[in-house]
Every structure is written in C-alpha cells, then in structure tokens.
C-alpha cells in the first residue's frame, strides 16, 4: 500500500504532519466564543511543563453531539429545533453542565461553555469532566406544554450520551428545576428505572439538594469577599453594580447588600435601573420576580444601557450572558474589582485593557463555579440517598470555594500571572495529569 505524502514542512511522523488546527466543522474566520477559549489555554501553556505534550487534548472536545428536536406545536403544526450536547473532556470523571435555551445558541458556544466546565470543575477539584447541551430556542414563545415537549424530545435525542456516570445535565440560561424535572423524568422512562442523578439542580421533592438554586450566586459573593481583604476593599462601604438579576446575581446582589454593600445599578434583558444611595434590593428582586425583568422598576431611576458601564462602583458583577465586556467598553469601567458571574462575559483583549488598569478580574472559571459544587453535593446525595440540611450545604460551598480560591491567588502571585491565568494553569494541570496518568487507550 502507498502512502500518503506529508503536509509540505512536516516530517514523518511529527505531530504536525496528523494534527490539525481546528475541526473541520469550524470556521477559522469566525470561531465565536470557541476562539476565546483558545487564546485562553494558548496563554496557559507555557506554564504546563512536562505536561504541555497533552495541550492539544484541551484543544478538542471529545463529543461532540447535534440533534433534531421536532415537537407538535399546540396549533398541530410541526416545528424543529437544533440541539447540542458537548462532552468536551472526561479524563478526570463524568461530563457536567448546564443546558441553555436560548434563540442565539450556536455550536461554538456550547464547546466554549463545555471547556470552561471543564476548567472550572478541576479548579475546584470536583471529580467532573466538563460537558454543556443547548437547543436554538426562544422559550418565551412556547407555550408550557411545547416547552415540556421540547424538553423531553432533546432529552430523549441525547439520551444515548448522558447519564449518572457519564454526563449530568444541569439548569442554565432560560432552563430551570422545572426542566429538570422533565428531563429526569424522560430518561427515567427510557431507562424503565427513576434515575434523579441523571441530571442536578431538580426540585427538592425530586432529589434535589438544599441550597442549590442560591449556589451559584453565593459563590461569587464568597470569592468577592476573600478577593477584597487581599485589595484592602472594606465590602461594608463598596457601591455595586450588577448585570443580570436572576439566581446568580439576584443572590449575589442580595448577600452583598446584607454585608453592607450599597447596590447602584442593576441590568438585565429589560433595561437598566441606577441610584446612587443604592437601590432597595428585596424590592427590586421582588419586582423581577413579579414582571419578569427591571423594566418599571421604580425605586430607581432609568438610564441608558450603555451608562450602566461607566457607573461609579468598586465592584462590577457581570452575571449575564459571554462578551459582555469588550474592547468597546473596558476603558469605561470603574470598577476596582470585576466577579465574573456568567460564563465569559469579558473577551481576552477587554482582560488585557482591565488588566493594564489595575482592576482586578475574578475569573467566571473560578468565581461562579458555587452551582457545580453544590451540583455535586446534590449528586452525592443521590447516589447515597442520605441528604443534608442546607447549613450542612452552605459551610461546605464556602469551604471549598475559599480553598480553591486561595490555591488560585497563590498560584498568581508565583507567577506573576493574572487570576484567570493562574486558574487555568490550576485547573489545566489536574486534567492533563489525569490525562498522561491514563495514557491512550488503546
């Protein structure tokens, strides 16, 4: 048999004459948040030592999943909706992570989203791989019944791929318990037996944990609170600023107010509400919980979106949706200290502009990683069937977010390196080490 010549440069046998860049169902001109990944491990691998052999392993996700999902709408037509889920590495343990519906998912962002489950479950050292699902939906359009009927037909597509041992599935963007629920329930009667560690973050009567819905949020208050006594920031007197007010910055909000904090300025989907003595928060969450959003909210008063990144405040909460901060608007923000909530919120040369400023950035990949934790714990507890109470839930988070959080500022100030850096190389570390420690198979 012949064979094939080499790419022109590449010797035989040399990785680059097998490897290639990126996968084939990519666009090099237009990587999305998939690309922002990228640069993130590329700064990373100079610090991997011995095991930087493994890099390109974070560079590839190792399934990769699309799916139909067509459901009867409540007028007898039939409507189709893409779906995604992404297994992106599981050399540490099971693939974890939320599914999202949202009209605006695309496949890169969910293997961006899987990757930094990957990343955030190692740097906390729970014993996850990381894994995200998204179907291109706006859920605001379906009724309650397309919405249950889109949820157990995804749920059913990509049955073949989750489960208790392989990839649990959890709540994200426009998904909650309810859907949990729903998907528990399918793949149970797939499987003709009740599997509630299927998927985390279900309703408490369904074996769900304690303490799970406010998870997310009180981890990135917890990390707040250890970043500032390194600054010298006094929590008590630091005016906030918040984008996105449902359970990761409603809850943070709310715990940063009940330590003092003044909350001047809250953004979501419906506009943006500013007062400068600080905004009654049980009200305003009151208020969203009631219409949906802070649009007609009228404890404070109403300024342009684009205000809301120039307003005075030591801290910026960015708990809503990737790129949120950028070029365009880094060298507005006042902020001393930046909590990612959401999952990249900030592009890598927005990082570079704050950086260069002196605010300090705690990553999303560290910062909002409460809700898989406590995602965890509901896991553990499944599979026991012996549950906690929800103080027993709460000490551990805090815990264990303190430690990783420490582990993470030292690794910084060792080299030099910026918070996010030094998570990656944390985290990194401990997947491709679990990597090298099971070799190829076969």
Not at 195 to 216: F, H, I, N, Q, Y
């Amino acid at each position: 048999m012949s064979q094939a010549p080499h790419p022109a440069g590449a010797a035989a046998n040399s990785p680059a004459a097998f490897t290639n860049a990126l996968p084939s169902y990519l666009d090099p001109s237009n990587l999305g948040p998939w690309g922002i990944y990228l640069q993130q491990v590329d700064r990373v691998a100079p610090y991997l030592g011995s095991l930087a052999r493994w890099v390109d392993t974070l560079k590839r996700p190792k399934r990769t999943l699309i799916v139909d999902v067509p459901i009867h709408l409540d007028d007898g037509t039939v409507a189709h909706f893409e779906g995604y889920r992404v297994q992106h590495n599981t050399s540490r343990g099971p693939g974890k992570g939320g599914v999202r519906f949202h009209q605006n998912v695309t496949l890169s962002e969910v293997m961006a989203l899987s990757a930094w489950m990957s990343i955030k479950n190692a740097a906390v050292n729970v014993p996850y791989g990381g894994a995200k699902g998204g179907i291109r939906v706006d859920p605001r359009q379906l009724s309650i019944g397309e919405l249950e009927r889109v949820t157990r037909r995804y749920t059913s597509e990509i049955g073949i791929i989750i489960g208790p041992t392989k990839d649990i599935p959890a709540p994200d963007v426009n998904t909650n318990e309810q859907v949990m629920a729903w998907m528990m329930d399918t793949y149970s009667m797939n499987e003709g037996a009740t599997a509630t560690g299927v998927v985390t973050g279900k309703p408490v009567d369904l074996g769900g944990s304690l303490g799970r819905r406010e998870a997310t949020g009180r981890g990135v208050f917890t990390v707040g609170v250890e970043a500032a006594k390194h600054i010298g920031l006094d929590i008590s007197k630091a005016r906030v600023a918040v984008q996105g007010f449902g359970n990761v910055g409603g809850v943070a909000g709310k715990l940063f107010a009940e330590a003092g904090a003044k909350i001047v300025a809250v953004q979501d989907h419906g506009g943006t509400v500013y007062r400068e003595s600080g905004l009654d928060v049980p009200a305003l969450l009151a208020h969203v919980a009631r219409v949906g959003s802070v649009a007609g909210f009228t404890g404070g008063e109403v300024i342009d979106n684009d205000a809301f990144w120039g307003v005075p405040c030591e801290i910026l909460i960015p708990a809503a949706l990737e790129q949120q901060i950028t070029e365009a608007n880094a060298g507005r923000i006042q902020a001393k200290m930046i909590i990612e909530g959401a999952n990249g919120p900030t592009t890598p040369q927005a990082d570079d502009i704050l950086h260069d400023r002196g605010i300090l950035v705690l990553p999303d990949v560290i910062a909002n990683a409460g809700g898989v934790t406590v995602s965890y714990f509901e896991w553990v507890q499944d599979f026991s069937s012996f549950f906690w109470s929800e103080d027993e839930i709460n000490e551990r988070l805090v815990r264990i977010m303190k430690g990783a959080f420490a582990a993470v500022w030292q690794v910084a100030e060792e080299n030099k390196v910026s918070l996010r850096t030094a998570t990656f190389i944390v985290a990194c570390k401990r997947i491709l080490h679990a990597r090298d420690l099971r070799g190829l198979y076969p």
